[in-house]
């Protein structure tokens, strides 16, 4: 009977703090302001943010605002896993996600030679829930210094590969792909350990669909954009989802663009991108849609813990494209077409 209570409170608590999420409206009115403050001011007065903000000045930098913002939503995530016997595969999932994060954060300051810059946007909050000593991290000036400060995480074996160039510039982008397909892998054993039948299938359909819309929107963005060869494309890929195999041979098959883009389309994920908005965009659209979807209807907490961090970080992305729009001054309604809403 605990189990079920604690299954019920994780998906009564996470559809609660979804319910006061910012609404379109919200979103209308933000894209209007003149200034970063007046956002800010907006966010204190007629929004859930005024819980943590209401102490925050006006004039705060946008890069602090985005930490604190983050640590809010941490601190939800670790509200809703309190109510879970134990490390499950998506709060796994989730940590090393927020891992991933702040180690690119950090390798990209290396990159540029300004690795001690680190020290100002380091999340304390997560320094306490992550073998990674990211508070030492910002004293690193080297590669084999970045190895050492890993060694007792599995991240080590992953960077060890991606050496810098001889000016101290790493692929970035490289690194990124590596980290992801390296946390999916660890994903996708902890949930083939799952007993349940059910539920090992339940979460590994949303993992492989969540990974196709990404991998269908790289696709679309290196063979349009960059003109990339289909060897190319491949090794930008996400290693997982339904995109694989003789799947992914007969698309990429294909010579032209166009013919890509029309095999993309028969898929199931195609066929939903008309819909969904535009197709470089597809990955946040799609995910966004189906993560709401679940959060209201899915009996599987997990799936629900997930859903709930998907669409969290979604509005965290949007009201840091709204500031960034009214910094810059772009008109309001530039603005509010970029928002996942």
Do not use: W
């Not at 032209?256 to 908005?277: N, Q």
């Amino acid at each position: 009977m605990a189990l079920i209570n604690s299954s019920s409170a994780i998906i009564a608590k996470a559809r609660s703090k979804y319910g006061r999420r910012l609404k379109p409206k919200d979103f209308q009115a933000l894209v209007k302001c003149e200034t970063c403050g007046e956002v800010v001011q907006y966010l204190k007065t007629y929004t859930h943010f005024v819980t943590f903000l209401d102490k925050v000045s006006n004039d705060i930098h946008r890069g602090n605002l985005e930490n604190i913002m983050r640590e809010r939503q941490f601190e939800s995530f670790l509200t809703l896993c309190k109510y879970n016997t134990g490390e499950t595969p998506v709060t796994g999932y989730l940590f090393r996600r927020a891992e991933i994060h702040e180690l690119m954060k950090f390798i990209t300051l290396l990159s540029i030679d300004r690795p001690h810059e680190y020290i100002f946007t380091l999340p304390m909050y997560l320094d306490l829930h992550t073998d990674i000593h990211l508070s030492k991290l910002s004293k690193i000036s080297s590669h084999s210094g970045l190895l050492s400060a890993l060694a007792e995480t599995s991240y080590r074996d992953v960077i060890k590969d991606f050496e810098p160039d001889k000016n101290g510039k790493y692929d970035l982008a490289a690194i990124e792909d590596a980290l992801i397909n390296h946390s999916l892998k660890l994903l996708y054993a902890d949930i083939g350990r799952i007993k349940n039948k059910k539920d090992r299938a339940q979460l590994t359909e949303l993992f492989n669909t969540l990974i196709d819309y990404n991998n269908y929107s790289r696709i679309i963005r290196l063979k349009k954009f960059y003109n990339m060869s289909n060897d190319d494309v491949r090794g930008h890929l996400l290693g997982y989802g339904s995109f694989t195999g003789r799947k992914l041979d007969r698309m990429l098959k294909k010579d032209s663009f166009e013919d890509v883009e029309r095999a993309l389309h028969e898929t199931s994920i195609g066929k939903k991108s008309m819909k969904l908005g535009p197709e470089s965009e597809m990955a946040l659209h799609g995910s966004f849609e189906m993560c709401r979807h679940q959060l209201y209807f899915s009996t599987n907490p997990d799936i629900v813990l997930l859903a709930f961090s998907v669409l969290a970080e979604t509005e965290l992305s949007n009201v840091i494209a709204v500031v960034e729009g009214v910094r810059y001054s772009m008109k309001p309604e530039d603005i509010y077409e970029t928002l996942i809403i």
